[in-house]
């Protein structure tokens, strides 16, 4: 009868394989500690080396990877002045600026009066901002925004729930906040525009044709 092998467990020899670095096996699976950027580095190098087929090195594709990732966040920024330009507006206040937004109780203004004013002494960027004003004035009369001394223009745009005066008041609000926040130029003709602006808004309130 053939006598069976049996596996002798020896404490000792698993000890000192258990401590010997040939032996880790472990530590070989181990992924090397990648932050976002290299990750991303990584990847936009395999694409590029595969359209190119390996004629670009790394050196070359990081760099172009930053430029294309400026070239995106420069797109998203103009994209976003163009939908919101309120974004970008300026809070430092005009000094030529009779009245201000944030200080200036609507109800205690003499619009006709103050704007006349502006237009003779041909000040547009104070007549706008009557202009501006006035309207909010009509508004808040007719119980369609609920004006705030501390409100923005762009809360009392989203406060407008009719849909038919919205689209000319956000149009009329643009040409404010260009005005006012972002040194554009005011002139009579820009003046006028706004007015006529104004003229439809009054005109869908009344239910007469535009």
């Not at 699976?29 to 932050?35: A, H, Q, R, T």
């Not at 087929?53 to 990081?62: A, H, K, L, W």
């Not at 609507?106 to 000040?123: G, P, T, Y």
Request: no cysteine.
């Amino acid at each position: 009868m053939i006598q069976a092998d049996t596996i002798i467990y020896d404490a000792k020899k698993i000890a000192d394989y258990q401590h010997d670095s040939r032996f880790d096996y472990l530590s070989q699976l181990d992924l090397p500690d990648y932050s976002w950027f290299d990750l991303l580095s990584l990847w936009f190098n395999r694409l590029i080396n595969s359209i190119f087929r390996g004629r670009f090195e790394q050196y070359i594709t990081t760099p172009l990877m930053i430029i294309i990732f400026l070239l995106l966040l420069s797109t998203i920024i103009y994209f976003l002045y163009k939908k919101r330009p309120e974004l970008f507006t300026r809070s430092k206040k005009t000094a030529s600026l009779a009245y201000s937004i944030e200080e200036e109780n609507i109800h205690q203004i003499n619009f006709d009066k103050e704007i006349a004013s502006a237009l003779q002494s041909r000040d547009y960027r104070l007549a706008i901002r009557l202009l501006y004003l006035q309207t909010l004035r009509f508004f808040s009369d007719n119980q369609l925004i609920d004006w705030q001394i501390h409100k923005t223009p762009t809360e009392y745009l989203y406060e407008l729930t009719n849909k038919e005066m919205r689209q000319p008041f956000r149009v009329f609000t643009n040409h404010f906040l260009h005005v006012r926040y972002g040194n554009y130029p005011a002139s009579s003709e820009l003046y006028e525009t706004m007015l006529s602006l104004q003229a439809s808004i009054k005109q869908i309130k009344k239910g007469e044709p535009v």
